[in-house]
């Protein structure tokens, strides 16, 4: 049974077994984050490029944490690199993430729930994109809009379970950005910035990115093999149908 508990708990073996590789993946991408936020100036038009640069460059780094994981979840040999190696299919993994964030930003506006929904029915889209590319599906380009079909049926009849994984491990994040709230808004409580950092720290929310990462990757290759366990076993009841008559 693919749950949330599995997820996460093969997650966090996933993650102890390769931490050095995957931690270090997303300290990339935060770095890249970072920058992009440094840069680009607190202006309407810094915004939209902003939004830009976050298409260029994070949504190929995002996509190539997904492999990465994906790789150490299969026991295959995986190596740093392989975190960039969505910008060869760039134009794919560009599209998926332009038309995720249009499809959740109507959705957000449509009573939020519907924007959850799509945000969890195309979360497998970039592994989706990757995966095909790199052989672990059939060995054909995808476009994006069959990427996200893909992740589509896929995600179905698990969605629960994928929106689980991320709301547990945006828990703790909560909670620091409150306290951090509180601290700016409210200086007489007396509660230094330095220690919401340091309870940031202690809490694990610098580890949430790769976790979240390697259980929705462990999620991913549940799903595939129990369909082509499906689809393995589909042909054999048919041919003894056939041989019986029935």
């Given at each position: 049974m693919i749950s949330t508990w599995f997820c996460l708990r093969q997650g966090i073996d996933v993650l102890v077994r390769r931490f050095p590789l995957?931690?270090?993946?997303?300290?990339?991408?935060?770095?890249v984050q970072q920058g992009i936020a440094l840069v680009v100036p607190d202006t309407v038009q810094g915004l939209w490029i902003s939004l830009a640069l976050d298409i260029v460059?994070?949504?190929?780094?995002?996509?190539?944490?997904?492999?990465?994981?994906?790789?150490?979840?299969?026991?295959?040999?995986t190596a740093f690199r392989d975190l960039f190696r969505g910008f060869r299919w760039w134009g794919a993994l560009a599209a998926v993430s332009v038309l995720t964030s249009l499809l959740a930003s109507v959705g957000f506006l449509l009573l939020i729930?519907?924007?959850?929904?799509?945000?969890?029915?195309?979360?497998?889209?970039?592994?989706v994109v990757l995966d095909r590319a790199t052989g672990g599906?059939?060995?054909?380009?995808?476009?994006?809009?069959?990427a996200m079909r893909r992740s589509?049926?896929?995600?179905a009849g698990y969605r629960a379970t994928l929106f689980a994984i991320s709301l547990l491990l945006s828990l703790p994040s909560v909670a620091v950005g409150t306290l951090a709230w509180i601290a700016l808004t409210s200086p007489d409580t007396g509660i230094p910035l330095w220690t919401i950092e340091v309870l940031a720290l202690l809490s694990g929310t610098l580890f949430l990115g790769?976790?979240?990462?390697?259980?929705y990757m462990v999620a991913y290759d549940a799903i595939t093999r129990l369909e082509r366990r499906d689809q393995d076993v589909r042909p054999t009841v048919t041919l003894e149908e056939h041989a019986t008559g029935e």
């Amino acid at each position: 049974m693919i749950s949330t508990w599995f997820c996460l708990r093969q997650g966090i073996d996933v993650l102890v077994r390769r931490f050095p590789l995957l931690f270090g993946a997303w300290l990339v991408i935060l770095a890249v984050q970072q920058g992009i936020a440094l840069v680009v100036p607190d202006t309407v038009q810094g915004l939209w490029i902003s939004l830009a640069l976050d298409i260029v460059l994070l949504a190929p780094l995002y996509a190539g944490q997904y492999l990465l994981a994906l790789h150490v979840v299969r026991g295959e040999p995986t190596a740093f690199r392989d975190l960039f190696r969505g910008f060869r299919w760039w134009g794919a993994l560009a599209a998926v993430s332009v038309l995720t964030s249009l499809l959740a930003s109507v959705g957000f506006l449509l009573l939020i729930v519907p924007g959850i929904v799509w945000l969890v029915m195309f979360a497998f889209a970039p592994i989706v994109v990757l995966d095909r590319a790199t052989g672990g599906a059939p060995t054909q380009r995808i476009g994006a809009v069959g990427a996200m079909r893909r992740s589509k049926e896929l995600t179905a009849g698990y969605r629960a379970t994928l929106f689980a994984i991320s709301l547990l491990l945006s828990l703790p994040s909560v909670a620091v950005g409150t306290l951090a709230w509180i601290a700016l808004t409210s200086p007489d409580t007396g509660i230094p910035l330095w220690t919401i950092e340091v309870l940031a720290l202690l809490s694990g929310t610098l580890f949430l990115g790769p976790l979240h990462a390697a259980s929705y990757m462990v999620a991913y290759d549940a799903i595939t093999r129990l369909e082509r366990r499906d689809q393995d076993v589909r042909p054999t009841v048919t041919l003894e149908e056939h041989a019986t008559g029935e």
